[in-house]
């Protein structure tokens, strides 16, 4: 039997993102990582959809778990960042050992940072949540269903970093299937288990939990076939190699810590806002559930632009073909201005008709729409932040994309939705994280086109 260290890693020649066309090469990373976004927000909206039909306050709960949930799979998604990065710009250099031994030993890390996550959080969840302004009405939905997703943390976060690691290679795809099988499956189970059809039992927030864990294992099994026997970027020989994974965890951690921090910023500050709403009712949390899922879904395809470029910018940048990164990132930028500004006013227009296809409470429904008329407005600024970002991590700086995420979040964010709350209420905050978006934009956008005429002139 042939060896894997024999075969040579598939990512040539459509997998050279060295020549030719960019846009080809932009559409043909993002279009399938669009679509296997758009399944994983759709699994998120499909729980969201089937939970509200449990209640209001079932739908509560399950807004109360999305900033802890988000919080781990943002910060293991870090991983997944440095992945891509790490491992794009080896494929660069040519170095295809070194790519098998830092993949191997990466996928290990993350293994290993998932398990020690959901130990911590099954030991703290109760405070977090009662920190967070959980009524102790809501704390047994909330129980329900974190018990489960702790117990099956790993098959919900290793995948992101396995299929980071596909995509470095230039194929998309794969991980887009593999997606679309993690949602297929989720939509099946969901109202089986939730609601106990065709003979299951019914389990409520214990089955969404369940479902959830299942099509995410089945991805995590499928990811790694893929990684070992089609891409050759696993080699188990280096899983007992302890020699050279400090090496390779301090490649993936120099990226991985600011990636991960930065990510799990945003649930923080979600966690924080959602204290806040907490005090005006259940119906304002539901309502910011509702909004926080429709966001996502609104932007898959920039996402999946940001993600695929994430190769294209890391193999340039790796060959120091500096000036096919500037294009990449321009390019992609003046997409995102235009899908952010299109879809600011279909939220604006038609809010009131998607919030109402969640739910049928009036409260609800009315600050949902209160929330599209104010926010929706600033979208074309945040995402030039959140594009700056993704570039600058794929060329291996994570220190500037990470003060980028602190300037917004911390130093401006949660002192202006804390303000804004306290000054005009629910209209207030939301008018508050509206002017966050547009200042943050700015200087994001300003820095990072000073940064590109930097590099671009040393080549």
């Given at each position: 039997m042939t060896d894997i260290a024999d075969n040579h890693i598939p990512c040539k020649p459509r997998g050279n993102l060295t020549e030719g066309p960019l846009p080809a090469h932009l559409?043909?990373?993002?279009?399938?990582?669009?679509?296997?976004?758009?399944?994983?927000?759709?699994?998120?909206?499909?729980?969201?959809?089937?939970?509200?039909?449990?209640?209001?306050?079932?739908?509560?709960?399950?807004?109360?778990?999305?900033?802890?949930?988000?919080?781990?799979?943002?910060?293991?998604?870090?991983?997944?960042?440095?992945?891509?990065?790490?491992?794009?710009?080896?494929?660069?250099?040519?170095?295809?050992?070194?790519v098998r031994r830092v993949t191997t030993q990466g996928l290990f890390l993350a293994f290993s940072v998932g398990l020690a996550l959901s130990a911590i959080g099954l030991?703290?969840?109760?405070?977090?949540?009662?920190?967070?302004?959980?009524?102790?009405?809501?704390?047994?939905?909330?129980?329900?269903?974190?018990?489960?997703?702790?117990?099956?943390?790993?098959?919900?976060?290793?995948?992101?970093?396995g299929n980071a690691a596909i995509r470095a290679t230039g194929d998309a795809v794969t991980p887009a299937f593999i997606m679309t099988l993690v949602a297929l499956i989720n939509v099946v189970l969901d109202p089986l288990l939730i609601f106990g059809l065709f003979g299951f039992p019914r389990l409520e927030l214990q089955g969404a939990a369940i479902a959830t864990v299942l099509a995410n294992g089945i991805a995590m099994l499928a990811g790694l076939y893929v990684i070992y026997a089609k891409k050759y970027l696993l080699n188990p020989h280096y899983l007992l190699n302890l020699k050279e994974f400090g090496n390779s965890a301090k490649r993936i951690l120099f990226i991985a810590l600011p990636a991960g921090l930065t990510n799990a910023i945003q649930p923080v500050v979600n966690a924080f806002v959602i204290t806040l709403l907490?005090?005006?009712?259940?119906?304002?949390?539901?309502?910011?559930?509702?909004?926080?899922?429709?966001?996502?879904?609104?932007?898959?395809?920039?996402?999946?632009?940001?993600?695929?470029?994430?190769?294209?910018?890391?193999?340039?940048?790796?060959?120091?073909?500096?000036?096919?990164?500037?294009?990449?990132?321009?390019?992609?930028?003046?997409?995102?201005?235009?899908?952010?500004?299109?879809?600011?006013?279909?939220?604006a227009l038609g809010g009131s008709f998607i919030a109402g296809l969640f739910s049928d409470d009036q409260s609800v429904i009315k600050a949902a729409s209160l929330f599209f008329w104010i926010v929706p407005l600033s979208y074309a600024f945040s995402n030039l932040l959140r594009g700056w970002a993704s570039a600058f991590n794929a060329m291996g700086k994570p220190q500037i994309s990470f003060v980028m995420i602190i300037f917004e979040l911390l130093v401006l964010m949660l002192p202006a939705v804390w303000i804004g709350y306290k000054l005009g209420g629910v209209t207030g905050l939301f008018f508050a994280m509206a002017a966050v978006n547009v200042i943050s934009g700015l200087v994001a956008h300003i820095w990072g086109t000073r940064h590109c005429k930097h590099f671009t002139a040393e080549q």
């Open positions: 559409i043909r990373l993002a279009g399938p990582m669009t679509w296997g976004i758009l399944m994983i927000i759709s699994f998120q909206l499909v729980d969201t959809f089937y939970v509200a039909m449990l209640g209001t306050e079932a739908l509560a709960a399950l807004t109360f778990t999305f900033p802890l949930t988000f919080f781990i799979f943002s910060f293991i998604m870090g991983f997944g960042i440095a992945m891509s990065s790490v491992v794009s710009r080896l494929i660069g250099t040519g170095d295809e050992d070194l030991v703290l969840m109760d405070d977090i949540f009662r920190a967070m302004g959980a009524q102790e009405e809501l704390i047994p939905y909330i129980h329900d269903y974190m018990l489960i997703w702790f117990a099956g943390a790993v098959c919900v976060t290793l995948p992101l970093v907490a005090t005006s009712g259940p119906e304002i949390v539901a309502a910011f559930g509702i909004v926080s899922r429709v966001e996502a879904f609104a932007f898959v395809i920039l996402m999946g632009l940001a993600v695929g470029m994430g190769p294209i910018i890391g193999q340039n940048y790796g060959a120091q073909n500096y000036e096919r990164v500037r294009e990449t990132l321009f390019l992609a930028i003046r997409f995102s201005v235009l899908w952010s500004v299109g879809t600011a006013l279909v939220l």
